[in-house]
């Protein structure tokens, strides 16, 4: 199916921790490739420490190269010369990262068709819709677990206390 662009630009956020990277990383050179997507993405991505950052000089040259995309580190280890952020992802940080909940906070309707398929009877917001991957502690902290039954799950976290909703947010 081809992406069906946005009128105006958009914005998305991405949250990844570890190799949670990977599916944001191809979700995200998809947009930076095609010339005519100004999807605005921001990517908040944690790790224990900076030698732990998987594909750290990809991301920075992809954000050195395109101004429609910002990446944010954050480690729980820092080294006495870390510049990034400190700690685990905190709700201030999700904050600073994330769209706005409004009519121009969209992502590729590609991207939601393709969920919408993939997770029969469930209600995406064509709107807003937010992606996180990562470990466990990661996804407890930040929009709960996926069930038992790999469903999504309830919606809790941090995601859940900044009034975001179930048909908001997708968990890898």
Request: charged content about 20%.
């Amino acid at each position: 199916m081809p992406p069906v662009m946005a009128a105006s630009p958009v914005s998305a956020l991405r949250i990844a921790g570890g190799t949670g990277i990977t599916p944001m990383l191809q979700i995200i050179d998809a947009i930076l490739k095609n010339p005519d997507d100004s999807t605005q993405v921001s990517l908040l991505y944690a790790n224990v420490s900076p030698d732990d950052i998987l594909l750290k000089k990809k991301l920075d040259v992809l954000a050195a190269s395109n101004p429609n995309l910002k990446v944010f580190y954050t480690v729980d280890k820092p080294t006495k010369d870390w510049l990034g952020g400190k700690g685990y992802i905190s709700k201030e940080m999700v904050v600073k990262g994330l769209p706005s909940p409004s009519d121009d906070t969209l992502v590729l309707h590609s991207f939601i068709d393709f969920l919408a398929y993939s997770n029969p009877g469930r209600k995406f917001a064509y709107e807003e819709t937010y992606l996180v991957c990562g470990p466990p502690g990661m996804m407890k902290h930040i929009s709960g677990d996926k069930a038992k039954d790999w469903s999504q799950g309830e919606l809790t976290g941090i995601l859940k206390e900044l009034g975001y909703t179930e048909d908001m947010v997708y968990k890898f």
